[in-house]
């Protein structure tokens, strides 16, 4: 089972671009890697998800190294309203054809004015 | 259209009662997953299903918890003799198939054992 690490909390300023980092050291073979965001009382929304290398979508990228013990959420010119909590999700299908999911610990992202 | 919904919303009990709450999934989701994020907590995965069936058991907290699904649609989670630990939301979320398709999220049902 895959443990994964976040930093508890991150501050940027308006119009930055913010990088997020999940640790996951036993990521599995068979293991994606997904992000979340999650506002208070509701639950998380899908933000990015990928396997190896950089995948990009309208609202972020995530990149992914080689040895994919880890990976990065990238946050370009964030606004007041990605003020929220960010988690990683590693998982997939397990040798047994179990489906195994492990949630970072979560860093909670305050944007500045 | 409509997303996953849970019911209740917000859930007081007393210690050693028995609770059910219950997941809706998005039509045509097979995939079903409960997770608990306790106070200030992040989220633990309880149990996956496809269709109505959960391979994996193993990450229910304890024998007190149960869960089922029919129809490969609603779910229900089930805290037999509740502990004051168990108080926590509880988050459903479906997928179109296995877990490498984004998950949707309900808005959780809030459990409070007194």
């Known amino acids: 089972l895959a443990k994964t690490t976040q930093p508890i909390s991150m501050d940027s300023y308006e119009g930055q671009e913010v990088n997020i980092t999940c640790s996951h050291n036993n990521i599995a073979t068979n293991d994606y890697i997904t992000w979340y965001q999650q506002f208070p009382s509701q639950g998380p929304r899908f933000i990015i998800q990928g396997y190896k290398t950089k995948v990009t979508n309208e609202v972020a990228s995530l990149f992914i190294p080689a040895d994919r013990k880890s990976s990065t959420l990238s946050l370009p010119r964030v606004s007041l309203s990605d003020t929220a909590v960010y988690y990683c999700?590693?998982?997939?299908?397990?040798?047994?054809?179990?489906?195994?999911?492990?949630f970072g610990t979560g860093t909670r992202l305050t944007i500045i004015p | 259209g409509a997303g996953v919904s849970q019911s209740p919303s917000n859930k007081v009990t007393e210690k050693g009662k028995d609770v059910e709450l219950r997941c809706d999934p998005i039509?045509?989701?097979?995939?079903l997953y409960w997770y608990r994020q306790s106070l200030g907590q992040g989220l633990e995965f309880l149990i996956y299903?496809?269709?109505?069936?959960?391979?994996?058991k193993s990450g229910l907290p304890s024998d007190r918890f149960s869960a089922e699904r029919t129809g490969g649609s609603v779910s229900t989670l089930t805290i037999q003799r509740t502990q004051q630990e168990d108080s926590a939301v509880y988050l459903c979320?479906?997928?179109?198939?296995?877990?490498?398709?984004?998950?949707?999220f309900g808005p959780g049902t809030r459990l409070t054992v007194l």
């Open positions: 979320a479906s997928s179109p198939n296995r877990f490498t398709d984004t998950q949707y």
């Open positions: 999700l590693v998982g997939g299908q397990s040798n047994f054809g179990n489906e195994k999911l492990t």
């Open positions: 039509s045509g989701h097979t995939a």
């Open positions: 299903f496809q269709g109505n069936s959960a391979p994996d």
